[in-house]
């Protein structure tokens, strides 16, 4: 039997044909959709068209100025003729590494640019995020080697119209010249760096210190207000040079006052006891170290003086040390000494300690003398250590700042009343005040290097340096009894080339020994030119360590 033949088509059959047509329906209709539009549009162009008439269209104008509802800008027309661009140049110093120029070993010492001192700590030490604005923007700041010169940028305001400016300390110091540029000054060129100013003194503890510079006009000042009012939440204006773009202002409120920041101490002194803050959130930057922060009375509450940063740049947290402070460190820089004295009673004592101590050794306020300076007035007053004091003057006192204030701003020579206890019973005692620069240079073994030299050196002219007596408490940490200690290296000085470094003691010169000032200046009075001279360092920091450093003079 034959099987009958299917001749209808397969269902793949009748999917595939109706999809082509499917698709040649759509094709079809995107064809007469794109040539409709075309007929359209055909009109329309984004070419001008000169044809069209635009005579309805009234033209744009531009209102007359008007003042904004806020006070910023009065107060940027009243201030900011004021602030001024601050240029430094550090001239070439010898190479960092801990070998000399011509390859003597350096022993390193504090605050010693071959030293390991807080600049050459790691990358994640507190000293990296808590940044000083040494200034230098787009590289300016930047070493160019040991040869180079190295710049710096900062900010300062004026004060006087003779032409004393304020600014940070970090903001000049180890500067070989200093340039201030006033907002009316053009904005020239290179060589253009502005007028040369001097420094008038400075004060390391509170970060400040005082320029001048000559003027035949009187020049536009601020006016400094009352810190203690400015209160958290206020509205401050941050006017400065960050990243060397002059005459700029920021806004912003105050967010917290009586800000400390510590930062440890290698000999446990603490350095920043005098350094309380005004903490805002108006962006400041690196150059803007030294420039005012405003309040809306136009007047200055302070001055911009570091930030706490991971990035160097702006996070919200700036730090300006409050204008009354200021203004008192201010007038002691301008006197006839030129320098901050402040009191001291010769003791250390623990900053804060928990409730427990509180407890057990029977106090609420006061304060727990941890070591007292031999020779100091607290000593020869027969305070001990584990003393509590607590009262000055029969005021009681709150806690160690609040000791240090009242003490540091005393006269030298005078007299205080301490209340203290002892063994839990209730004692008192008069205090005579001394002078916190020497005391602090007897704890720590360093000379007072802002104290004004007796007599000039016999070397600085022909070695470069100059020298001082050791302190007492220096020659017993090494067991030494005569030398003297370098004091102060002149960059470029033949002492500079050999390697001989600051804080060093020299026990011997041409193997003629160094028993102490008069016995140098009479070895060094016998040198001349193309003469040898070897010195016999001491390590300030061990004993029994020699080195022995030479070289021909010039």
């Known amino acids: 039997m034959d099987t009958p033949t299917n001749t209808s088509p397969t269902l793949f ?5 109706h999809r082509l047509a499917t698709t040649f329906s759509l094709l079809a209709t995107l064809s007469i959709g794109i040539l409709a539009g075309s007929v359209l549009t055909r009109s329309v162009s984004g070419k001008e068209q000169s044809g069209v008439d635009s005579s309805e269209a009234k033209p744009l104008v531009i209102p007359s100025p ?76 930047g070493d160019s080697g040991a040869a180079g010169e190295r710049r710096a ?14 600014t940070n300390n970090h903001v000049v110091d180890k500067a070989d010249k200093i340039y201030v540029k006033l907002s009316t000054d053009p904005d020239g060129g290179p060589g253009d760096e502005g007028r040369p100013a001097t420094v008038i003194g400075v004060d390391k503890d509170t970060d400040i210190a005082v320029i001048k510079i000559e003027s035949k006009e ?17 509205w401050v204006l941050a006017i400065g040079s960050p990243f060397a773009l002059s005459k700029t202002v920021t806004a912003g409120i105050i967010s917290a006052k009586n800000r400390s920041i510590d930062e440890p101490s290698p000999n446990g002194v603490s350095q920043t006891q005098f350094q309380r803050f005004i903490q805002t959130d108006a962006a400041i930057n690196p150059g803007n170290s030294g420039g005012p922060l405003v309040g809306m009375d136009g007047q200055v509450i302070g001055m911009n003086t570091a930030i706490y940063t991971q990035s160097m740049g702006s996070q919200g947290v700036g730090f300006a040390m409050p204008a009354n402070t200021i203004a008192n460190v201010y007038n002691m820089l301008i006197g006839p000494e030129h320098k901050v004295v402040r009191g001291s009673i010769g003791i250390q004592f623990q900053g804060a300690q928990s409730s427990a101590v509180n407890r057990v050794y029977g106090f609420s306020n006061g304060v727990i003398v941890s070591v007292v300076t031999p020779n100091g007035g607290a000593a020869k007053a027969g305070i001990q250590a584990g003393d509590v004091i607590v009262s000055i003057d029969g005021r009681n006192i709150k806690d160690g700042d609040d ?38 240079a007897d704890i720590t073994g360093q000379p007072d290097d802002t104290s004004t030299p007796q007599e000039t050196d016999a070397g600085e002219g022909k070695l470069g340096i100059t020298v001082a007596a050791i302190p007492p408490s220096m020659a017993a940490k090494v067991g030494i009894k005569g030398g003297v200690v370098v004091t102060n290296v002149r960059p470029g000085s033949f002492a500079d080339e050999i390697g001989l470094g600051k804080g060093q003691i020299i026990t011997a010169i041409n193997r003629r020994p160094v028993t102490d000032e008069a016995s140098y200046r009479g070895i060094v009075s016998t040198l001349k030119s193309k003469d040898d001279v070897v010195f016999v360092i001491q390590s300030p920091n061990q004993k029994n360590l020699n080195s022995y450093v030479g070289g021909t003079l010039p």
């Open 66 to 141: 008007v003042a904004l509802s806020n006070g910023f800008s009065q107060i940027v027309k009243q201030v900011g003729p004021a602030v001024v661009n601050i240029n430094t140049e550090e001239l070439p110093k010898p190479s960092t590494s801990k070998r000399g120029r011509r390859g003597v070993p350096r022993t390193p010492q504090p605050n010693d640019p071959g030293g390991d001192d807080d600049s050459q700590q790691s990358p994640g030490d507190m000293q990296d995020f808590f940044n000083r604005f040494f200034g230098g923007q787009g590289g300016d700041d």
């Open 13 to 17: 059959e009748r999917i595939r044909s």
């Open 153 to 166: 940028l900062g900010s300062g305001f004026i004060v006087d119209p003779r032409g004393y400016i304020i």
């Open 218 to 234: 009187p020049l536009p000042t601020v006016k400094l207000g009352n810190s203690d009012g400015a209160q958290v939440g206020d």
């Open 403 to 440: 000791l240090v204030n009242d003490i540091s701003a005393r006269h030298v020579g005078s007299t205080v009343k301490l209340g203290y206890l002892r063994e839990g019973k209730q004692n008192t005692t008069n205090v005579v005040i001394g002078d916190r620069a020497k005391t602090y």
